[in-house]
């Protein structure tokens, strides 16, 4: 039975979690070749997570494959969508092969192919069919109709659920249609602490009921790394992230801050460091725009925030000189509102960037310079604990 993408995408996840170490054989096969490349796409992804070697061949030379076999890591063999004779001259050899395959040391081989592979191997390569550990049948999902639903209001706000706060929707995306969206992922975020399948299921529902670049769409792509990320799949968190990236190209600096600030914070707890780079290099771009345009202290205020957001995905990637000069910045900045406005909130974000500053130097073996800026952020402390004396400002 051919499944879609999304749900045929986490069988063959955990079947590569279970067999990582083991050689496994592996047949998928689709009704359309377009249906295949983003596959071979999250296991390039895959691959690079686990650290395991990756190799892609269109397999019609024997002499590529006898090359190849046995190969460690991860490797797809893409069979002919054009004939079945050569289909069958790549499958014969694969058969005379799997000795190769199967072996001690070997890793995961993928054989990509049309539908009529299933039969054709089952057939013309028995022995090779015989010792699969795995097949996939991937198909077209059906499309959710994106009929307005009658009598659901057009809400202002999107639950708090998974990772993102309460956001305002923007009132120009306002309908039944956004409403209907918006309760499929509030019924996703109830279940996706106990059935991930079933709440990335909702999640692909929602997403037939937002158009492209819209606010909408850049939750649903949300939605899917939260999921993903309960999943401990950083392959569609980083396929996710990245598709909110280009989505969210085409809305306004405010809204997309909302989508990309949580998006940010998935895809560095899920390793996706390199994506996670690009978010956050975004939210400094357009947060620094608005301060140069603005010069308003909220304005400020923001651009500090997405420097920190950059500087702990910088550190999180061991560049310690990089998460230094961003979080020199936002120190900057946070002295300079703090000396402008004089509040409690001004002089506790100089605390926290005291402290960012403090653990840099630290770091990099500064130990004056570190206990310098760390006396700094405690004089501070105090003075609002003095000042205010709330419950929040003895606890920091």
Same mark, same amino acid.
């Given at each position: 039975m051919e499944i879609p993408l999304e749900d045929g995408w986490a069988q063959l996840r955990r079947h590569l979690d279970w067999?990582?170490?083991?050689?496994?054989?592996?047949?998928? $096969?689709?009704? *359309?070749?377009?249906?295949? =490349? %983003?596959?071979?796409v999250r296991l390039r992804l895959y691959a690079d997570h686990a650290r395991l070697p990756f190799a892609e061949i269109d397999a019609d030379n024997e002499h590529v494959l006898r090359d190849h076999l046995p190969a460690s890591g991860i490797l797809v063999?893409?069979?002919?969508?054009?004939?079945?004779?050569?289909?069958?001259?790549?499958?014969? $050899?694969?058969?005379?092969? +799997?000795?190769?395959? #199967?072996?001690?040391?070997?890793?995961? &081989?993928?054989?990509?192919? =049309?539908v009529a592979t299933r039969?054709?191997?089952?057939?013309?390569?028995?022995?090779?069919?015989?010792? +699969? *550990?795995?097949?996939?049948?991937?198909?077209?999902? =059906?499309?959710?109709?994106?009929?307005a639903e009658q009598g659901l209001s057009a809400p202002e706000t999107v639950p708090p659920a998974l990772a993102f706060p309460r956001m305002v929707v923007p009132e120009h995306?306002?309908? =039944? $249609?956004?409403?209907?969206?918006?309760?499929?992922l509030e019924r996703a975020a109830r279940m996706a602490e106990a059935d991930q399948a079933g709440a990335a299921r909702l999640a692909v529902e929602a997403y037939d009921l937002a158009a492209p670049g819209s606010f909408g769409r850049g939750l649903v792509h949300l939605a899917r790394a939260e999921i993903a990320n309960l999943d401990r799949d950083a392959v569609v968190v980083d396929r996710a992230v990245t598709d909110l990236l280009d989505d969210s190209a085409g809305l306004s600096p405010v809204e997309r801050r909302l989508l990309l600030a949580p998006a940010v914070e998935v895809a560095r707890s899920a390793g996706r460091l390199e994506v996670a780079s690009r978010?956050?290099?975004?939210? @400094?771009?357009?947060?620094?725009?608005?301060?140069? +345009?603005?010069? #308003?202290?909220?304005?400020?205020?923001? &651009?500090?925030?997405? &420097?920190d957001n950059a500087a702990r995905v910088a550190q999180a990637a061991g560049d310690w000189a990089a998460a230094g000069a961003l979080y020199d910045e936002s120190l900057r900045l946070r002295r300079e509102l703090a000396e402008?406005?004089?509040?409690?909130?001004?002089?506790?974000?100089?605390?926290?960037?005291? /402290? /960012?500053?403090?653990? @840099?130097?630290?770091?990099?073996?500064?130990?004056?310079?570190?206990g310098a800026l760390y006396?700094?952020?405690? +004089?501070? *402390?105090?003075?609002? !604990?003095?000042?205010?004396? #709330?419950? %929040? !400002?003895l606890r920091d």
């Open positions: 067999t990582r170490g083991y050689p496994s054989l592996v047949f998928v $096969t689709a009704s *359309s070749v377009q249906l295949l =490349p %983003e596959l071979a063999v893409w069979l002919s969508w054009a004939g079945e004779k050569s289909r069958y001259r790549t499958l014969r $050899t694969l058969n005379e092969l +799997r000795a190769q395959v #199967t072996a001690s040391g070997a890793g995961s &081989l993928l054989i990509m192919g =049309p039969a054709e191997a089952a057939i013309k390569a028995a022995d090779l069919w015989a010792v +699969r *550990s795995f097949s996939l049948a991937i198909g077209e999902r =059906p499309l959710t109709e994106p009929a995306e306002r309908s =039944p $249609t956004t409403a209907k969206l918006l309760r499929t978010l956050a290099d975004r939210l @400094v771009a357009d947060a620094r725009d608005l301060a140069e +345009r603005l010069g #308003t202290p909220e304005a400020l205020r923001d &651009l500090s925030v997405s &420097l402008r406005l004089g509040t409690p909130e001004a002089l506790r974000d100089l605390s926290v960037s005291l /402290n /960012n500053a403090a653990r @840099v130097a630290e770091a990099a073996g500064d130990w004056a310079a570190a006396d700094e952020s405690l +004089r501070l *402390s105090r003075d609002l !604990a003095e000042r205010l004396g #709330t419950p %929040e !400002a």
